[in-house]
């Protein structure tokens, strides 16, 4: 493993593909300016709209995200992460939240399907039930270890809250967690940092966490903050709350010595 820039990406997706993979696009691009290797775009990037649209149009999304992902990798020879994006599954009309690692060939290198389904009734008044459309993943996610860029585990958002996910990425010898997301605003003030900040700590791994912000479609809005943060804990990089990118080192002497200081992988007694 090599010392690299990686970047998360800070969007605010529509009910629009077209438009947000141009999006996409455009910030994949200034994050590679700025030397970025490693490239990752948050829940819903492809697509943010009611359920029903999701649903409509899932095919179409499924199809175009996952060749944008192949096509942008080779383009800006860049490794990228990208999702949580719809899938179809089944008969039911329903799809996996699903997010690919796709290498700077165009090959797709990991795939994860979102497990925790984000079902809660929030006291602002918002109601999300995920699982009416979205069927959960029953896989537990790989560890994809690349040569130059250590070891990557994938994970969806609502998947932060449960950090059973994370202790088996670090098992398999993670060094850097992807959390794209596309959390409320409403529990994003209160949660998201923390979250994050103890999911890298607990583990002793970078926390590489793209995000949504601002208005997406009536009531619907989300936290912002993209960031990364390093295997201490500290914050590198913070995208606030407008559409941009996070970009921070990620660096093999930084994990080693946060491991020698706080050597907590080891001392796991239960898990
Ligand atoms: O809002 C939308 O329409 C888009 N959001 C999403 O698609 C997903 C699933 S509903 N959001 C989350 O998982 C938020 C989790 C979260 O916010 C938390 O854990 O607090």
């Known amino acids: ?26 910030l994949i691009e200034l994050a590679v300016r700025r030397g970025a290797e490693l490239v990752s775009l948050p829940e819903n990037f492809a697509f ?6 999701k649903i409509e149009q899932a095919g179409t999304i499924a199809t175009k995200t996952e ?3 192949k096509t942008a990798a080779q383009k800006f020879q860049v490794t990228l992460v990208g999702g949580g994006f719809p899938v179809p599954v089944g008969k039911e009309g329903k799809v996996y939240n699903t997010a690919l690692l796709v290498g700077p060939s165009g090959e797709e290198l990991s795939r994860y399907e979102k497990a925790h389904l984000f079902d809660v009734d929030l006291p602002d008044g918002n109601t999300y039930r995920e699982s009416r459309t979205v069927m959960a993943g029953v ?44 959390f ?6 209160d949660h998201w940092q923390v979250l994050l900040q103890a999911r890298a700590i607990e583990n002793t791994c970078y926390a590489i966490a793209p995000a949504q912000t601002g208005t997406h479609y009536a009531m619907r809005q989300t936290h912002g903050h993209a960031m990364i943060i390093d295997p201490w804990g500290v914050i590198l ?6 559409p941009g990118v996070a970009i921070a080192e990620i660096s093999p002497q930084r994990l080693a010595r946060a491991r020698a200081q706080m050597p907590s992988l080891q001392h796991r007694v239960f898990a």
Do not use: W
């Open 1 to 26: 493993m090599k010392s690299y820039l990686a970047a998360a990406v800070q969007m605010t997706s529509l009910p629009d593909l077209d438009k947000n993979l141009a999006q996409a696009e455009e």
């Open 48 to 53: 943010l709209g009611t359920e029903e649209e």
């Open 67 to 69: 060749k944008f992902l």
């Open 139 to 182: 896989k537990l996610p790989d560890v994809y270890h690349s040569e130059q860029l250590g070891g990557i585990g994938l994970s969806v958002c609502y998947d932060v809250r449960f950090p059973e996910l994370y202790r088996h990425l670090s098992k398999l010898g993670a060094d850097v967690l992807f959390v794209p997301a596309a």
């Open 184 to 189: 409320t605003a409403y529990t994003g003030k």
């Open 237 to 242: 990089a913070d995208a606030g709350d407008l």
